[in-house]
């Protein structure tokens, strides 16, 4: 954990834990040493209450124990406020970075993972790391702290009493510790297993339509039912545990304060009834403090798996060199405020796909700055293929690419942010309004420029700025959502805007509408857009340069070219 939240730790958050874990050591002492005054206290004035010549004061003693009620009930107060702010801080920032990381995984990496399961390593996994902090990492330095401090106290009223509470108070632990050692395994695939769980509902929420179409609910129903009662088993286990954990440390103490008073009471010197209470109180608030430690076996195994699941995310960003702290580099120029220069594409002896198979293969291909180019041809020709590469999401097996004159792959994230932009067949809308989602691709875009991109893409007479498109646009047609996803990349402003089937769901009018004015807009952006070859048809006539992909050799319509797809 503290691999992936370290870089993240601002100085104020980590000066409130600091000032957390501070609060509750003094509300933990506090405790400790109330304990012990008020039983100090309550014997010696029963003492003196039988004493008709005694002048002992009962003001110093009664001021101390009200002083040291106030001081552990604010501590504890401050110390929730600290600690639990800190700690939502510092969990804001790892799911900020983790949805950061997942956003600049390569498309076949991001894909690999199920929707479900990101959204739970986002939500849930995150949420389970604030136990790192809140319920092992302060419970172990508040009892380690009352520990020493309690057994060097019990130690100076009595060696006795200080190796007794010690051994005693080792044993329940060394129990603790050999039975947590089931739990953090436990505990850690419990984790795992609600995950998965919970991946599957939302998976099943999602597909509810498709089942409801096959008559699968009952069986979906059934499926899930199985897998959360199977959590109840190992969840009930660790119930178990911790409870013995306790009643290991309540048996311990009992024992423990049996030894203090039968040594404290008998002997040729016994203590004095006063001091005896002190120390069989301050025995209890000690083996008290260390019932905390239980529980941390199965809250560390819960945190660490959960940790692990979101290292996956940051670390896949990381080896793909799209990590959100990535340094940028190379010579590219940010997105110009004013028009865009557009970015020639050069392509030569290109074999890409995915794995080690080919299913694409380009000898020669070059397109001019400020071209529009439309790739056509039939499903598997290679068409998605070539602009994923050309997006910088997949590298070359071979072969040599450059966008401007570098390779988009690498490119840092924020540079490829700037530089081009992919709108792919199925482009992600978030809930919300059509302007929500136009500012997403230019947040400080005036409503002027709003109105523009959708006239640009065709949809200003049938939407408004308000409309509201529902979770993943389904307020909308499959056309509407695809020109909504192309006012967003007019928005961007790129070099480069490469486009993955534009006109699929559109008529050949309004088909050829939309290229145009995306053309007009742009003037000097290239485009390169993959049209299948049904959804060609006059489109084609727009274009600058056609390139046809087929099983077999490919040609353009202007040059010859060398390119095959399989």
């Known amino acids: 954990m503290a691999e992936l939240a370290a870089p993240l730790v601002s100085k104020p958050a980590g000066t409130r834990l600091v000032i957390g874990l501070l609060l509750a050591l003094t509300a933990a002492v506090a405790s400790a040493a109330l304990m012990g005054l008020a039983g100090w206290f309550i014997v010696r004035s029963a003492q003196t209450g039988l004493s008709s010549t005694s002048g002992f004061s009962w003001l110093y003693p009664s ?17 929730r406020l600290s600690t639990h702010r800190s700690t939502l801080d510092l969990l804001a920032q790892v799911r900020t970075r983790l949805f950061a990381s997942a956003t600049r995984l390569p498309m076949a990496k991001l894909r690999s993972l199920r929707s479900g399961d990101l959204l739970d390593r986002v939500q849930a996994d995150v949420d389970t790391l604030d136990r790192y902090v809140l319920a092992v990492a302060v419970p172990a330095v508040v009892c380690t702290v009352v520990g020493v401090g309690s057994l060097t106290v019990l130690t100076i009223v009595r060696p006795f009493f200080g190796v007794v509470a010690a051994s005693l108070l080792i044993l329940a632990l060394a129990i603790n510790l050999t039975m947590d050692r089931g739990s953090r395994r436990l505990g850690g695939q419990l984790a795992v297993d609600r995950a998965a769980a919970r991946a599957r509902v939302i998976e099943a929420i999602e597909g509810r339509a498709e089942l409801a179409g096959y008559g699968a609910r009952e069986l979906a ?23 013995n954990g306790q009643a290991v440390i309540a048996v311990a103490a009992g024992l423990a304060v049996a030894a203090i008073l039968a040594a404290g009471t008998g002997g040729a010197r016994p203590l004095d009834s006063a001091v005896l209470a002190f120390a069989a109180l301050l025995t209890l608030a000690l083996f008290d403090a260390a019932k905390t430690i239980g529980s941390i076996g199965q809250e560390a195994g819960r945190a660490r798996a959960a940790w692990h699941r979101l290292r996956e995310v940051t670390g896949l960003a990381r080896a793909a ?3 959100v702290e990535s340094p940028g580099g190379g010579d590219v120029a940010s997105r110009p405020a004013g028009a865009p220069v557009g970015a020639d594409v050069v392509i030569r002896r290109l074999s890409a796909g995915y794995g080690t198979s080919p299913v694409l293969e380009a000898a020669h291909l070059d397109f001019a700055a400020g071209s529009l180019v439309i790739l056509s041809g039939p499903s598997g020709a290679g068409k998605t293929t070539l602009l994923s590469v050309l997006a910088g999401e997949q590298p070359a097996i071979t072969g040599e690419v450059r966008v401007g004159g570098v390779d988009p792959y690498d490119l840092t994230y924020a540079q490829r942010s700037d530089y081009l932009t992919l709108v792919e067949a199925d482009s992600g809308i978030l809930s919300g309004t059509i302007e929500d989602n136009l500012r997403l691709a230019r947040p400080e875009a005036s409503g002027a420029e709003i109105d523009h991109a959708l006239r640009v893409a065709v949809l200003s007479g049938s939407v408004e700025r308000s409309t509201q498109v529902g979770p993943g646009g389904s307020f909308l047609s499959g056309g509407q959502r695809r020109r909504l996803a192309l006012a967003q990349a007019y928005l961007r402003r790129p070099r480069l805007i490469l486009l993955d089937e534009p006109t699929e769901g559109l008529d050949q009018a309004t088909a050829a509408q939309v290229l145009t004015n995306l053309r007009a807009a742009l003037p000097g952006t290239t485009i390169v857009a993959a049209i299948h070859a049904r959804n060609a048809g006059d489109v084609v006539a727009y274009a600058d340069r056609t390139i046809q992909l087929t099983d077999g050799m490919a040609v353009t319509d202007r040059v010859d070219e060398s390119m095959a797809g399989r």
């Open 221 to 243: 129903y059934d499926e899930l039912r199985d897998r959360f009662a199977a959590l109840d088993d190992p969840a009930r286990r660790l119930s178990v545990r911790s409870a």
């Open 321 to 323: 060199g799209r990590d």
């Open 63 to 79: 001021a101390g124990v009200e002083a040291l009620a106030v001081i552990r009930t604010a501590a504890r107060y401050g110390e």
